[in-house]
């Protein structure tokens, strides 16, 4: 296993922005820079040995400033959306951001994907990786309570890439973090991801309303364009889903264990990822409001593992409170294979 940190140019908040990179002897390499924590590569072999970037990403560094996209940053302190804005929480009212029409989305105007992230190299047997750190104060984004976050980004020898959190506050505060990357398995920038097929492990999903906040129901995905119980072609229903996919999906496991969620392969090219997750849901998005520059639409696939959107106003999603002495954690782990 190889780990590297270099300078790469500086931040907004004035401080260096690095980049990281891991790699291992089987030919896969995953490549981060510490603005927003961001995946800028990851790198995986075909059935033929042949690499490519299986992540989208910006070119040059600088886009990554504004990266509107959410391209492969860890999304918070609240990932997904919040309706209207608003929540209560012990009998008090708090106000975000609304930037995302009428409702918050990914934590504000400066959300964790804007933070430049203090990180260090970390080494296990078999893995490298990166332990990123970030310290959210009481009021950021209009949020309550000081919020401590340690993120583990851990390449391994056999192709696995986890994503693991930790968080602690000292006020009772909604926390749901993410890793935001879009993927195309037959590597970044070769088309849409629309012939790329995908099982879930996930039997029901929240319908949205207009503005992408779940309306409270959870329905069954048999027999609608939601069901991917037996792996299909991403494109093949999603003309029955008015805009693509963008809804959370229910994640078919016991609470808190890490299970299955979703396994995507690209026939072309013969790649594949599992992901394995603690959280009970799954953001699933097409990437439909990509318009160009370098990305078409449904240049990706986002799968999002997080806590429900708007759970903090709906009280019969699981909650996303986070209280003093309490430890907010989230294992997701990719397996890439050819």
């Known amino acids: 296993m190889q780990a590297s940190e270099s300078i790469v140019g500086t931040a907004p908040d004035g401080k260096k922005l690095r980049r990281f990179t891991l790699s291992n002897t089987r030919g896969m390499r995953v490549?981060?820079?510490?603005?927003?924590?961001?995946?800028?590569?990851?790198?995986?072999?075909?059935?033929?040995?042949?690499?490519?970037?299986?992540?989208?990403?910006?070119?040059?560094?600088?886009?990554?400033?504004?990266?509107t996209e959410f391209f492969g940053c860890i999304a918070g302190r609240f990932a997904n959306r919040i309706a209207a804005g608003r929540f209560s929480l012990e009998g008090r009212e708090y106000t975000l951001a609304r930037n995302n029409g009428a409702n918050h989305l990914h934590g504000g105007n400066r959300g964790f994907d804007k933070a430049n992230w203090k990180a260090k190299i970390i080494r296990r047997a078999d893995a490298a990786g990166i332990r990123w750190t970030h310290t959210s104060p009481d009021g950021d984004e209009g949020y309550p309570g000081t919020l401590k976050v340690t993120a583990d980004y851990v390449l391994t020898e056999d192709n696995t890439l986890s994503f693991e959190y930790w968080a602690v506050t000292d006020r009772p505060t909604p926390v749901n973090l993410t890793n935001h990357s879009y993927w195309n398995l037959a590597g970044a920038g070769s088309g849409t991801i629309l012939a790329q097929e995908i099982a879930f492990n996930c039997p029901f999903y929240l319908p949205v309303d207009a503005g992408f906040i779940p309306t409270g129901e959870v329905l069954k995905t048999e027999g609608t364009p939601f069901d991917f119980s037996i792996a299909k072609s991403i494109g093949r229903d999603i003309a029955g889903v008015p805009g693509g996919y963008d809804h959370c999906l229910v994640i078919a496991k016991n609470a808190g264990a890490v299970g299955l969620a979703a396994t995507a392969r690209d026939p072309a090219s013969g790649r594949s990822m599992q992901v394995w997750t603690t959280t009970p849901g799954m953001q699933f998005y097409t990437a439909n409001f990509l318009e160009g520059n370098p990305y078409p639409r449904n240049a990706g696939f986002c799968l999002e593992t997080q806590m429900f959107p708007d759970s903090v106003n709906q009280g019969h999603f699981p909650s996303c409170i986070l209280r003093p002495g309490e430890t907010w954690h989230h294992l997701t782990v990719h397996k890439f294979s050819a």
């Open 31 to 67: 490549t981060a820079i510490s603005l927003g924590a961001t995946l800028t590569e990851v790198s995986v072999p075909d059935r033929g040995g042949t690499a490519a970037n299986v992540t989208l990403a910006h070119a040059p560094l600088e886009r990554y400033v504004r990266n």
